[in-house]
């Protein structure tokens, strides 16, 4: 026999052998058989994918060793409404892998209790007093590489994503694992972080309303989520401790480990990890900048203007002593933008405008920022714009006024740019900035409008530039704590305020200088500034505020923020009737709080009457004969006014927005409660008989006039009223305050029967349905004069 014949029989006789081999290893490592057939992504997380069967399988190989785990949604819903917006961060865990038996768990440990101390007995007991939770359980498949299939960890709504549709009201929507799917191009693992994307299908019975506008079909929702497997940061980062007159966002935790003469609550500011090349307080460069990217879908000149806006951070590191300390750049192509390594600005398309913000990924051990996101809804910008052609339609240089209105759109959005940036550097909101000659992008600025000569001008609609305090704020944050008790005290004698959410956005916040979307340090004086715009805009509004192509029908859209131009100054002034001053300085003397003074809250009060009166409620006719119906397939949405008249403009049921929303504003219950405690306390305050003659006085004890302003007087007096009913029935307000709105229901029954029987019929008539109309909703809390009042059109965001 030949030798390559000998070679061929020894091959034919070995490859049973080999084969038999391959079997008897197969059976004895049933993973490493998956591994081999499946996709393999490996780095932080080895993560295998098998094609043929749909699963993914995990290697158990980082057991007991704590990090993060979050979900974003990579593509977004599309409603404002709902809020399940493209680049949205879910809530951020500690997890960690466990194997026990046959099964890998996956566990959230419990962050909210914690012992600091280096006491082992004391970390544990902590740890035993309270429940963690475990979020799955898989089985393990053994081999030289364990596995286990995750497919039911990630097809799982741990993004909450039925929650929020339960929430807005969208109905029950619950996981379809039939229609789910893993998406193995959406598989990545890196050195410290690693993805899984998956389309989650949710089903409902009915579908919601608002998931049938953006979706084409309501009853099944398809859903993109990422899962991402986080690293926990390195050491290195210096946890700050949280001060109130610092101006950040804040985590806490409860440490029992503590002493008794310590606070239980530790509470640290949120911040990126930022260090100088060569330590200390002097300017140095950085180790590593923070780097924002911005979303490269956003078309130009929008680009161009956040870009501008987001370098105006550049300014507040380097003034702190961070030389190249903050950068913005264009995301680099196909880098991914839910991408744990990228700080990213989204530019996100809704259905309707909405808001924007800034979220973060932060350690919870520490406060370390580990990502920004900030999402910017592209439909506000369009507001901007309608808001800046109502305010120029007058203008004869039409050229002019469409420049003038994209300036000031431009302008707004590198303001609004700089400000969600600021959240995800770990910002606050300052909602007092404006009252300190705009001295931060962390509040929300009205575009300002002036009288010039003959014309409204909108040159300065926005201030450019980071403010004085936003540097104080970088400075204080990612500088040495060393320095932060000078820069607070140096703060605090230029006389910075700083007044934050809860303090100011409520209805019945207080504090007499905090407000969103107002301007100046005297609220009363820029409201009647503010007014004298508005009716300006309102008598020269015409046609010209439409865009080029738009059918006159919808120039009654544009009309809606010009007539409602004073809402958010009518707030803001509102706020010295019954209102406070404090600050969160924490030492001193000036740690107190107290009452606006009577003068400033009588003059707010008259101010807000003055808006109420017919004068400032009527349209002239040339305007309303203008905003005629809208044509053909034109429909109103939400941002149109209703209208009692069919498809014509209801001048009337504007008024009645528009004084609603001021009787309502002056008779906040709690408003009314800090009246009646400042007046019990120091008779020289304003009273609630005072607030209640004066509203009444300049309303339904007014003479009513001829003419077109008859009806809107008549509507005014109802919703007053109303408003009065409401205040008294609402379960917050005080029994002292009901007390004397009783006594003045009683007044007010008698002088309306006195008007009632005197003047022309339709009036008598209107006096005597005001009166029936008290004594009824007195015994009854559901009665008001008006059945449906007609919804404001939204206002915020702008």
Do not use: C
Request: charged share 20%; proline share 5%; aromatic share 8%.
């Amino acid at each position: 026999m030949s030798s390559r014949s000998m070679l061929l029989a020894f091959l034919l006789a070995i490859v049973p052998a080999i084969f038999h081999l391959d079997a008897a290893v197969a059976a004895s490592d049933p993973a490493q058989q998956i591994i081999k057939q499946a996709q393999a992504t490996e780095g932080f997380v080895n993560l295998y994918y098998d094609a043929k069967t749909g699963q993914l399988y995990l290697e158990a190989n980082k057991l007991n060793q704590p990090f993060l785990m979050f979900t974003s949604l990579p593509h977004g819903v599309g409603s404002n409404d709902i809020g399940l917006d493209r680049g949205q961060l879910g809530r951020t865990r500690m997890v960690q892998f466990e194997q026990h038996g046959p099964y890998v768990i996956l566990k959230q440990l419990n962050t909210d209790y914690r012992a600091s101390s280096k006491n082992i007995a004391e970390q544990q007991a902590v740890t035993q007093a309270f429940a963690e939770s475990i979020l799955w359980r898989g089985k393990v498949i053994e081999g030289k590489q364990a596995i286990v299939a995750i497919n039911d960890l990630v097809i799982n709504d741990m993004h909450g994503v039925s929650d929020v549709l339960l929430a807005t009201k969208q109905g029950q929507y619950n996981v379809d694992a039939s229609r789910s799917v893993i998406l193995p191009q959406g598989i990545k693992s890196f050195e410290r972080n690693a993805d899984v994307d998956v389309n989650l299908t949710f089903v409902a019975s009915k579908a919601g309303d608002q998931v049938a506008e953006v979706t084409p079909d309501g009853k099944f929702l398809s859903v993109r989520v990422r899962y991402s497997f986080v690293q926990l940061p390195d050491e290195g980062f210096e946890p700050r401790n949280y001060h109130p007159m610092s101006g950040y966002l804040s985590d806490h935790y409860i440490d029992y480990s503590t002493a008794v003469d310590q606070p239980l609550v530790q509470r640290h500011l949120l911040k990126h990890r930022l260090q100088k090349i060569v330590p200390g307080d002097a300017p140095s460069k950085v180790v590593k900048p923070i780097v924002y990217y911005l979303d490269p879908g956003v078309p130009e000149p929008i680009r161009g203007a956040l870009l501008a806006g987001a370098r105006w951070w550049e300014d507040a590191f380097t003034a702190a002593g961070f030389i190249d300390g903050f950068k913005v750049a264009l995301l680099p192509e196909g880098a991914d933008p839910q991408d744990v390594r990228y700080n990213m600005i989204q530019w996100v398309h809704r259905a309707t405008r909405g808001w924007s913000y800034g979220a973060a990924l932060t350690d919870p051990r520490t406060g370390e920022i580990i990502k920004g996101n900030v999402t910017l809804g592209s439909l506000r910008v369009r507001q901007d714009h309608l808001i800046a052609r109502g305010l120029t339609a007058g203008w004869p240089d039409r050229t002019a006024a469409n420049e003038a209105s994209m300036a000031l759109s431009l302008a707004r959005i590198r303001q609004l740019s700089a400000h969600e940036i600021g959240h995800t550097l770990g910002l606050d909101h300052n909602f007092a900035a404006s009252t300190n000659n705009n001295a931060s992008v962390m509040d929300y600025p009205h575009p300002y409008a002036s009288i010039e000569g003959q014309r409204i001008d909108i040159s300065q609609p926005y201030r450019e530039g980071i403010g004085e305090w936003d540097k104080y704020t970088i400075a204080y944050g990612y500088g040495s704590a060393s320095q932060a008790e000078s820069l607070l005290a140096s703060a605090l004698a230029q006389g910075f305020r700083y007044i934050g959410e809860a303090d100011s956005r409520r209805g019945s916040a207080s504090h007499v200088y905090a407000s969103l979307w107002d301007r100046g340090n005297d609220a009363v004086a820029e409201l009647l500034r503010l007014e004298s715009v508005r009716l300006k805009a309102i008598n020269e509004f015409n046609s010209d505020a439409l865009l080029p192509g738009e059918p006159n029908g919808e120039l009654a859209d544009v009309f809606v923020p010009i007539y409602l131009l004073t809402r958010y100054q009518l707030e803001a002034a509102a706020k010295w009737i019954g209102g406070t001053e404090y600050s969160y300085q924490q030492v001193g003397a000036g740690v107190r709080w107290s009452y606006v003074p009577p003068n400033m809250q009588v003059a707010a009060l008259d101010a807000l009457l003055g808006s109420l009166q017919s004068r400032s409620l009527a349209i002239p006719p040339k305007v309303i004969e203008s905003l005629v119906p809208k044509a053909g397939n034109y429909r109103k949405s939400r941002e149109s006014f209703t209208s009692n008249l069919g498809v014509v403009i209801d001048p009337v049921t504007m008024a009645e927005m528009m004084s609603r929303h001021i009787a309502t504003l002056i008779l906040t219950p709690e408003r009314l409660n800090r009246v009646n405690q400042a007046y019990m306390e120091d008779s020289a305050q304003l009273s609630v008989v005072t607030l209640i003659d004066k509203l009444v006085g300049k309303s339904v004890y007014q003479d009513l006039p001829n003419g077109r302003e008859l009806a809107i007087q008549m509507r005014v007096n109802a919703v007053v009223i109303d408003a009065l009913l409401a205040a008294y029935h609402a379960p917050n307000t005080a029994p002292e305050v009901k007390a004397q709105l009783v006594a003045r229901f009683d007044f007010i029954v008698k002088q309306l029967k006195r008007r009632s029987n005197r003047g022309s019929d339709y009036q008598s008539a209107h006096y005597d349905w005001l009166h029936k109309g008290i004594v009824h909703g007195v015994m009854h809390p559901e009665f008001r004069l008006i059945n449906t009042p007609a919804p404001i059109p939204p206002g915020s965001p702008i």
